[in-house]
């Protein structure tokens, strides 16, 4: 049985949770209990704090975690990158007080930078040549120029939010972050099969996002026309209907380009245009 670290609460827990439930993988709710069997699938999921995740795996106590690319970066910790799963995406800034006229990095020469992140930005500092004092904290990093603790922040954003109602400004992206599944480098051969069936429905659920599955009556004399500007998998499938000057359409489209399409679609006389969401989608 797989055995998978997942944080035990925030954005993470629910993004990891949702993916869990859209592959048809039962997990009780309940994070009372720290080890949690699936229901009707070889896996069992062990609550951790997001930092403790990428030790776990790498160590053995789990065979698999869902960690952020920040936490696993700054870990080092000896795990395999298994999967890039395109959730909880933000990115880790420099940031500094909104008054501040900013000239570029070399401003942090000398200055003292807070942070939970000590090895990202040691790292990036370095690379740069800029000698800097970092000060570790863990909590709320963005109060400490406030305070008069640091003069700037390195930090996770994502809206930007927090920043603006503690009167800062992002100054520098180092770099960008998502969800990432990461894997124990000795698995078995059992598990490894498990893990691929479990990445399996992984992509089934991802290829189904924003996707939308699209029927139409189309006039048979635009027919080509309206082929043309479908951006299918491979090609629509095109069924007869009774009257003979028509027939019914069938694709798939991206939601990004959808109402640009449909449009396009309306314009050349399709009618009874039927839309459908795609819960999975085997390639």
Known sequence: MLRIAVQSKGRLFDDTMNLLAEADIKISASKRTLLVQSSNFPLEVLYLRDDDIPQSVASGVADLGVVGENEFVERGEDADIISRLGFSKCRLSLAIPKDID??????????????????????FMEKHGINTEIHVITGSVEISPGIGLADGIF???????????????????????????????????????????MLFRFEAVRSAEDKKYVRMNAPKARLQEIID????????TV?????????????????????????????????????????????
Request: glycine residues 8%; negative net charge.
């Open 102 to 123: 900013y000239p570029g990095l070399e401003w942090f020469n000398g200055k003292k930078i807070a942070t939970s992140y000590p090895g990202i930005l040691r790292h």
């Open 239 to 283: 069924i007869p209907l009774a009257d003979d000057e028509w027939c019914s359409v069938h694709t798939v489209l991206d939601q990004k380009r959808f109402w640009e399409i449909i449009g396009k679609l309306k314009e050349m006389g399709a009618q009874g245009i039927l839309v459908t969401p795609i819960e999975k989608m085997i390639l």
């Open 229 to 236: 500007v479908l951006p299918g998998l491979k090609s629509p």
């Open 155 to 197: 930090d996770i954003v994502s809206s930007g939010s927090t920043l603006v109602s503690n009167n800062l400004r992002e100054v520098e992206i180092v770099m960008q972050s998502e969800a990432l599944l990461i894997g124990n480098k000795d698995m078995d051969d059992e598990k490894k099969a498990t893990l691929q069936e």
